[in-house]
């Protein structure tokens, strides 16, 4: 969470009022998800995970889903260690390339809570591959994942979000905003993502509810792994980003799930639409 000091203002002060009712807005967040009903697909590690956690610390109900029941319990016992009221989150094995799966998701959530305040589509894979590349089959696996499964989730949680006044933040990539190569499919999949996150954002904000992104440059999760890198080529990986970030370093999956936090919380009321980057000035660097 954003820790900020607190100034006197004076009264007459419209712009500081004004700053030191957001600061306040950032500092009772703890209260503001008490009560709320929070979805994190994608949740067996990483930034998943430690949205998961950052929630929970928060106070919300999380539903969490993943394909690992081994690191889910593991999460499971995270969040609830965090949470002030030590609430456990609700487990569910979860494909999002499976229709029934996802149909599942929802069902579960609303048949433990009876509603749903926040959506966090952050299930993702990733492989590396180019035009010569990448099989159709890898291919097919990145936009079912990243695309189709987001998109019918979403579908079937968009009668329970304008119900509640809720909201949806999308796990996007700076490779949803940048060029990238030797990762085709997955730039093309954020890409889309990040058009999926405008268009419904603008198709549902009239009806209360608020949908935006973040985009973060490389973390330092399993997901490059998973994607085809050995160790060696890993760590010579993160070096690099010394480079190729701004602030000569990758970042961490918290410094991610606190902005996704915010992005869900009251404090963000006026923002919708945005594909906000987390990415250390990433998306801002000239290539290399």
Not at 5 to 32: C, F
């Amino acid at each position: 969470m954003v820790s900020v000091s607190h100034r006197a203002v004076s009264p007459n002060n419209t712009l500081q009022n004004n700053y030191i009712i957001l600061i306040d807005k950032i500092d009772i967040l703890n209260i503001m998800f008490s009560d709320k009903v929070v979805i994190v697909t994608g949740a067996s590690s990483g930034i998943g995970a430690e949205t998961a956690v950052e929630f929970s610390k928060l106070g919300a109900n999380v539903v969490i889903t993943g394909r690992n029941k081994s690191k889910l319990d593991s999460v499971t016992k995270l969040c609830e260690e965090s949470s002030p009221k030590k609430l456990k989150p609700v487990l569910v094995i979860a494909d999002m390339n499976i229709e029934n799966d996802i149909e599942s998701v929802m069902k579960t959530t609303i048949d433990n809570f009876g509603k749903l305040d926040v959506l966090v589509n952050n299930a993702g894979v990733l492989e590396a591959g180019t035009i010569e590349t990448t099989s159709l089959e890898q291919y097919d696996r990145v936009m079912n994942t990243n695309v189709r499964g987001p998109y019918y989730l979403t579908m079937l949680a968009t009668p329970h979000l304008i119900k509640s006044k809720g909201n949806i933040v999308n796990v996007s990539s700076v490779t949803g905003m940048r060029s990238f190569p030797n990762v085709l499919a997955y730039c093309m999949s954020k890409s889309a993502l990040d058009q999926f996150t405008r268009c419904v954002a603008l198709e549902l904000a009239l009806k209360g509810v608020r949908v935006n992104a973040v985009n973060p440059g490389v973390i330092t999760t399993g997901l490059h792994k998973k994607g085809g890198m050995n160790d060696e080529q890993y760590e010579e990986f993160l070096k690099k980003c010394a480079e190729t970030h701004a602030i000569g370093r990758a970042g961490n999956a918290s410094e991610v799930s606190a902005v996704i936090a915010f992005l869900a919380s009251d404090a963000a009321s006026n923002i919708t639409g945005a594909t906000l980057p987390v990415d250390g000035g990433r998306h801002a660097m000239c290539p290399r």
